[in-house]
């Protein structure tokens, strides 16, 4: 069974920087994609960035050349590196997993970014 916990949200000034931490069991080390979504208060949920397990990274425009996501692929743990914080990065943030063509959810993490 595949579970995936997240940490690192929690209260930052706009500008400011925080990290969060996707930790998955039950998944394996073969190929698998892992990555983040967020739903912002009254929004849909939106992509924010992908790695595969070769690497391979993708980021939504509006956090390209602030957010940054790496992988350990020994622990099975994702990384987003969140800089440059504004209040619109608020939202819940969302751990998922793509493994064999089924698709792992996180329970999510609450970031608040202040003014």
């Known amino acids: 069974q595949v579970q995936l916990l997240e940490s690192g949200g929690g209260l930052v000034q706009a500008g400011g920087s925080l990290r969060l931490s996707c930790a998955a069991s039950g998944i394996g080390l073969s190929r698998n994609i892992m990555g983040w979504y967020r739903r912002a208060p009254g929004k849909e949920r939106e992509f924010v960035a992908l790695?595969?397990?070769?690497?391979?990274?993708n980021y939504a425009d509006d956090v390209k050349g602030r957010f940054t996501i790496a992988r350990d692929n020994a622990k099975i743990t994702v990384y987003l590196q969140m800089t440059s914080l504004k209040p619109d990065d608020t939202a819940i943030y969302f751990c998922?997993?793509?493994?064999?063509?089924?698709?792992?959810w996180g329970q999510g993490t609450q970031v608040t970014v202040s003014s």
């Open positions: 790695v595969s397990s070769e690497g391979t990274t």
């Open positions: 998922y997993a793509v493994k064999d063509a089924s698709l792992y």
